[in-house]
């Protein structure tokens, strides 16, 4: 925040080299652990939910997949001589035989798309740091407006510095404690805000994707080498 900071020439060395090896092992860290915990909630979430597939491009696009490589695996079952014989309307046939039994109910009961909502993770974000507010307003004898601003500049690696908890460091060894604490919210809470901004960017790419079907931007032919 400012408050602390080297001020011999040794002690500005041993920050810039600490710091060239720590920042990128922070980044591993919140890129890891948010995407852990994003796949945690997704999974979290698919289960409470009771909703059905309901992506109709998706079943229709497995199944035209299935017909494809059906067809490829049986016109390559016969000898070449054989395939310059067969009828012309014969890959036709193919294509509208009916899909085994085993493979319809694979499509059924095909798992659905875990789409955790946007507004679930402003929430999280927002009671997680409603959380902190509340907890260093009695700590430090802030406002919860003032704690509020404190852990969105301080999550945000903003970090102004004009608000720091735990000034009388020197004062008893319950403060340390509140700064060990407080290092910790702050690390859980970023690898928070890494799994939220995780799931609201697939979901608006989800979103956009289906716009664009709608609308004609998107084909779905481009969607599929964009999958592939």
């Known amino acids: 925040y400012g408050n602390i900071a080297p001020r011999t020439s040794w002690g500005k060395v041993a920050t810039v080299l600490y710091a060239i090896v720590g920042i990128p092992l922070m980044l591993l860290y ?12 997704r999974y979290i979430y698919s289960r409470l939910c009771t909703c059905k ?20 695996a049986h016109n390559s079952s016969f000898e070449p001589a054989v395939q310059d014989k067969l009828p012309v309307h014969s890959e036709d046939e193919a294509r509208i035989e009916a899909i085994p039994n085993e493979v319809r109910e694979d499509l059924e009961h095909e798992e659905p ?26 700590w430090e004898g802030w406002g919860f407006l003032d704690g509020s601003y404190f852990c969105f500049v301080t999550l945000s690696t903003i970090g ?22 407080c290092s910790l919210y702050l690390l859980i809470g970023m690898a928070l805000i890494a799994m939220c901004f995780n799931l609201m960017q697939e979901e608006v790419i989800h979103k956009i994707r289906n716009c664009g079907r709608k609308i004609g931007i998107i084909k779905e032919t481009d969607e599929e080498n964009d999958l592939a």
Do not use: M, W
């Open 30 to 41: 919140l890129t890891n652990i948010g995407d852990t915990l994003a796949k945690s909630l």
């Open 113 to 138: 798309r875990a789409s955790v909502p946007i507004t679930l993770c402003l929430l999280i974000l927002v009671g997680y740091i409603s959380g902190g507010a509340t907890v260093f307003s009695l």
């Open 160 to 181: 102004f510095g004009d608000l720091v908890p735990g000034h009388s460091v020197a004062s008893g060894q319950a403060s340390q404690e509140k700064l060990i604490i």
């Open 53 to 72: 597939p309901n992506d109709p491009y998706r079943r229709r696009k497995c199944t035209d997949n299935y017909r494809v490589q059906h067809t490829v």
